[in-house]
């Protein structure tokens, strides 16, 4: 498949297209990207052996959607954790389509109480689509 034909299905918000994209741009820096689309929400697990710098993949991850400009993607959620962690250690939420706003980390999380504590003691934690479980 053509650079061309990748952009092009990236533009229709092809998940896969995209993820290819993403992790041209994040090759540089050691990170990993993994993709998954649930409506208008586009979810991306960074990863890497150390813990992805939050700050320049929200720069490159925003420049690189709004250059893109998919018209079904309305918001970019992304997580960051190290390799073999189950849980990411950063979030944030990009609202595309309202330039150079996003989200401070945990605003748009997707959160869930635990089940193995009681009823009294349970806690919250993040958790990702099931396409990034482990």
């Known amino acids: 498949m053509s650079q061309q034909e990748i952009l092009t299905r990236a533009k229709q918000g092809d998940p896969q297209a995209i993820a290819f994209l993403i992790n041209q ?9 993994r993709v998954s689309i649930q409506k208008n929400n586009l979810h991306l697990l ?19 959607m709004q250059r893109l400009n998919a ?3 309305d918001f970019v959620n992304i997580y960051g954790r ?15 389509y309202r330039p150079s706003i996003y989200h401070p980390a945990g605003v748009g999380t997707i959160w869930w109480q635990s089940e193995n504590t009681n009823s009294s003691q349970k806690s919250l934690e993040p958790t990702l689509p099931s396409l990034f479980q482990q």
């Open 25 to 33: 741009a994040l090759t540089t820096i050691g990170v990993k990207a």
């Open 46 to 64: 960074l990863e890497s052996s150390q813990l992805p710098d939050r700050q320049a993949c929200i720069r490159v991850v925003h420049q690189g």
């Open 71 to 73: 018209s079904s993607i």
């Open 82 to 96: 190290r390799l073999g962690h189950t849980i990411p250690e950063w979030t944030e939420v990009i609202e595309l």
